[in-house]
């Protein structure tokens, strides 16, 4: 079943326009990844789902149109973003960050409460640096904090930014790990934007390929791995 639906999206920032009209589906439960170089619009497609900035073109999750909603009301409807660079609050604590995360929910404490300790579960790192300040964390814990933060307002579909941008491959590896895991037992749906080719693939239930603000390709990983001019090209192997 078809979680979110998007069609003929365009955005940019100001006179410029990044996104030329992008089609495209992510089904509840899937690993949906996007491929391309710098500069072909895949942090802006995030940007403009997530209504951070203007946007036109029909934008449908769970049923209901977000087209013309707030970024508050974005997330709230179930949609939360790791964006590119981490993007924690690095004067606050990792606890501090985590209460951040629930700011749109509307349950009790106790609940929030539950839930930290649940992402505090899946990333023990964090749970040992609680009351650190974010900004004094290493590159893959405040990439572990970002998302934990995200999973906070409890979303049915994770927008994720380049989240190997800058790490080590180990680290790396442990995040698509983590990723992998939440979406098979949590059932979580992820549109995940990336540079690692070989590695987001490998989780991918589909691949969009983007080229100067284009869907150009579309498919399976099997698919897309098995075209040889598309994998020369955009694959890199």
């Avoid at 990044?18 to 089609?23: A, H, M, R, T, Y």
């Avoid at 589909?206 to 080229?211: H, I, K, M, N, P």
């Amino acid at each position: 079943m078809t979680l979110l639906q998007v069609r003929g999206l365009k955005a940019g920032y100001g006179p410029l326009k990044v996104l030329e009209g992008i089609d495209l589906e992510v089904g509840e439960g899937e690993i949906v990844v996007m491929l391309g170089a710098n500069g072909a619009g895949k942090t802006t497609t995030l940007r403009a789902l997530s209504g951070v900035i203007p946007r036109t073109g029909t934008v449908e999750f769970a049923g209901a149109d977000i087209s013309k909603a707030s970024p508050e009301s974005i997330v709230r409807s179930g949609v939360a973003q790791v964006p590119q660079g981490r993007g924690t609050f690095p004067e606050l604590s990792v606890d501090d960050n985590m209460h951040a995360g629930a700011y749109p929910r509307r349950d009790s404490s106790a609940a929030i409460k539950t839930d930290i300790g649940k992402w505090y579960d899946v990333f023990p790192r964090l749970a040992d640096r609680r009351h650190q300040r974010a900004g004094s964390l290493s590159g893959g814990e405040q990439q572990m904090l970002a998302i934990a933060r995200a999973l906070m307002s409890r979303p049915t579909l994770l927008l994720c930014d380049e989240p190997s941008l800058g790490l080590a491959p180990l680290i790396t590896q442990e995040l698509f790990k983590v990723l992998e895991r939440l979406n098979k037992e949590e059932g979580l749906a992820v549109l995940l934007v990336e540079q690692n080719a070989n590695l987001a693939m490998h989780i991918a239930s589909r691949v969009y390929l983007l080229e100067t603000g284009r869907i150009v390709a579309s498919g399976s990983a099997a698919e897309l791995s098995a075209d040889d001019s598309i994998r020369k090209a955009y694959l890199g192997f």
